[in-house]
């Protein structure tokens, strides 16, 4: 006797896969609106706060987004395991180690952000297959510029920055310095798989012979 369409395995992933993707765009759709009505009411004035109104939920989309690589470790999603591990690496480590830590450049990182503003249908596919090539590189270099921008204050308060023993210590500011280089070789690695999938998906898609 055949199971039901709501108990195949199928249909349960599929179900799950919306319901993450819902929350996603949900959760970055709030951001968004947030930040720009807020921009648009107060102007340069809402800099110095929106983190704190956007903070919270950001970091939430942010860590529920670690569920993608769990996805593609059981074969949920067929992706690349390295390319989506280094996109995430770089969120991460922006949100929670340069902007949360460090009160003085969230306000210069709501700024890089507003800046950088910017069922499968073709017209679609396309868009999303094509949109991130110049939205992808702007948004490592907002990255690197809230990690350079954010380097005095790390230099200053010293967070972070922890003595070893044997005369040996871990000075922060070079920590950063050593992943800005890491963040453009990862850029690289990541937009060539991302052009070779975009690629392959494209392929898929018959184009239309116009009549003779």
């Known amino acids: 006797m055949a199971l039901p369409a709501w108990l195949q395995p199928r249909y349960r992933k599929n179900t799950y896969l919306f319901i993450y993707y819902l929350i996603q765009f949900c959760g970055h759709s709030w951001i968004f609106t947030n930040m720009t009505v807020r921009f648009f009411s ?7 706060d929106t983190f704190y109104a956007i903070g919270f939920v950001m970091r939430v989309c942010q860590s529920i987004s670690l569920l993608e690589l769990l996805h593609i470790c059981v ?11 280094l996109q995430l690496t770089e969120r991460i480590i922006i949100l929670f180690v340069v902007i949360t830590s460090q009160e003085e450049v969230q306000e210069k990182y709501t700024y890089s952000m507003l ?5 499968s249908y073709a017209v679609l596919t396309w868009l999303s297959q094509t949109l991130w090539m110049p939205i992808y590189p702007l948004c490592v270099l907002a990255e690197a510029f809230a990690i350079y921008q954010s380097l ?22 070079y920590v950063l310095k050593m992943y800005l280089m890491m963040l453009f070789i990862g850029m690289y690695f990541t937009y060539s798989h991302l052009y070779s999938e975009r690629r392959d998906v494209l392929q898929g898609f018959p184009v239309k012979k116009k009549k003779v």
Do not use: C
């Open 75 to 85: 074969g949920i999603e067929p992706n690349h395991l390295l390319p989506r591990f």
């Open 42 to 48: 107060f102007g340069e004035d809402s800099m110095v």
């Open 115 to 119: 800046s950088v503003i910017g069922i």
């Open 152 to 173: 005095p204050y790390f230099e200053s308060s010293g967070t972070y920055s922890t003595k070893l023993p044997f005369n040996l210590a871990i000075y922060f500011p």
